[in-house]
């Protein structure tokens, strides 16, 4: 089983042997949990289409307004991440982008 461990910045991220959240979540024990359950739930290296559930989209919803209000939670939308000494590309997060800007752009072109 992964060890929690609690961080300042950022949402989560799941690693080998770890799973760093951040700390503000414990004010939430709803999101805490989902998020704990959600990073169990990854596989190693790419699996996007885990982070594309939305079967639970109203504590998706809950858990997107307490993030827009930590700012410091934001560090994780960056494409680009300083993590242990060293920049990181996630690519997760560049894919994430590009459907957003495709669903944009899609409706853009209905309305
Ligand atoms: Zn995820």
């Known amino acids: 089983m992964k060890r929690?461990?609690?961080?300042p910045w950022g949402i989560a991220n799941s690693y080998r042997n770890r799973i760093e959240i951040n700390s503000a979540l414990k004010q939430k024990p709803k999101l805490l949990r989902y998020v704990i359950n959600h990073e169990r739930g990854?596989?190693?290296?790419?699996?996007?289409?885990?982070?594309?559930?939305i079967r639970r989209y109203k504590t998706l919803i809950s858990l997107m307004w307490f993030i827009a209000k930590h700012p410091r939670m934001?560090?994780?939308?960056s494409p680009m991440q300083y993590r242990r000494g060293k920049i990181v590309y996630d690519l997760n997060v560049w894919?994430?982008?590009g459907i957003v800007a495709v669903l944009i752009?899609?409706?853009?072109l209905i309305f």
């Open 95 to 97: 894919m994430l982008y």
């Open 74 to 77: 934001w560090s994780d939308f």
């Open 105 to 108: 752009a899609v409706l853009f």
């Open 4 to 7: 929690i461990i609690y961080i």
């Open 42 to 53: 990854h596989k190693q290296g790419f699996d996007l289409w885990h982070d594309m559930d």
